[in-house]
């Protein structure tokens, strides 16, 4: 057969190959390298797609199929990107930084049970013995409060600095002192708490105002103030409009004597009375500006600037003056030379006071007196 048409070919001895151009039986052997590369290509391709899909070979026992790992394809998903969008700029809430409150005043408690108040005439009250504060209410005039202390030391511990603001020259009117001012003001004047004053006495609206001047200043009372205030408020005088008066009496002691404690009690009476009864405090006043010299009226303001009343309050001196001049008998108190005048000018004076003075328990105490200086 020609070789052209042969399949299979017979190898024989290798021609000396020469270079230069290739003979006919090499062309056709490169051709069927081709071809069998070309075949064999093909093959595979086949055998590739076949391996895509699991298959039992026809004959002979299973063989086993590695499945062929193919990496996933990464798939990059469009990218939108959205628009900016600006939120709107909101200022925070301004809020106030907290200011922790100022303490609240001491609460005022009140004692266990409320204060047992007594109806007493003067001289019930003035032998009494006080072994502990002691509340009257004066038959002769239900508006005046008689506090009878144990002590000076009480009596001062309780009202000085209700003084302090009411009616001691020097100090504030609008200001509750605190401890170390009161202190310091009472040595000022060379006293101590128990002599800074030997009776006291204040209107119900006076009392009221102290207390609330301290709440406003967050001042901390002492349990004598604070038994005071619930004493007031039991009286129901922390409201407006409450009439009444409060006076106070130490108990006899080293320092105070029977006489010292009735000329106490009685000067108090009479301050209690200018404070509840309307009708006496004008008729003090027009006798003060009236009947009286104006070397008069300044000898007792003189007076009064020496043991620390505030002379500028004109009140504070008529009613110091009724009570002074007209119902203070005892000379370690006063003595009618310590407003330059004689004591027939006293007495004087004394007369014409109680001629038109409103009818009443204190008329009825003057003429006493009077009756008395006329022995």
Known sequence: MDDDDATVVVQRA??????GAAPRQRRVRLALVAAGTVLLLCGGVAVWLLGLQP??????????????????????????????????V????????RVAPAPPPAPAPGPTAPFRIRTADEATILAHVADDLTVFRYD?????????FPSLRM????????????????????????????????RDRGDTVETYYYGHDYRADELALFFATADNQHVRLDAQETQLRALLGQLGWLSPGAVGALISVPRTDGTITESMRAAILHHE???????????????????????????????VRNFLGSMGYDTGDETLMYNEMQAYLMFTYDPRFFLPSNVNMTPARRLQLQ?????????????????GHLQQAAQ
């Not at 062929?68 to 628009?83: D, F």
């Not at 009479?270 to 009286?292: R, T």
């Open 14 to 19: 290798a021609p000396t190959v020469q270079l």
């Open 55 to 88: 298959t039992t070979p026809p004959h002979g026992p299973p063989q086993a199929v590695v499945p062929k790992v193919v990496a996933p394809s990464v798939v990059t998903p469009s990218v939108v990107t959205p628009p900016v969008v600006v939120p709107p």
């Open 90 to 97: 909101i200022a925070p809430p301004v809020i106030a930084p």
């Open 140 to 148: 002769a005039n239900p508006n005046i409060i008689v506090l009878d």
């Open 155 to 186: 009596q001062g511990e309780m009202l000085n600095r209700v003084a302090s603001l009411i009616e001691k020259a020097g100090l504030p009117r609008r200001r509750v002192l605190s401890d170390a001012e009161l202190d310091a003001a009472i």
């Open 269 to 299: 009476l009479a301050h209690g009375e200018f404070f509840s009864d309307p009708a006496y405090a004008s008729y003090v006043q027009a006798f003060w500006l009236h009947a009286m010299t104006e070397l008069e009226r300044a000898a």
């Open 351 to 367: 007369t014409a006071f109680h001629a038109g003075m409103p009818n009443g328990w204190l008329k009825a105490a003057l003429t």
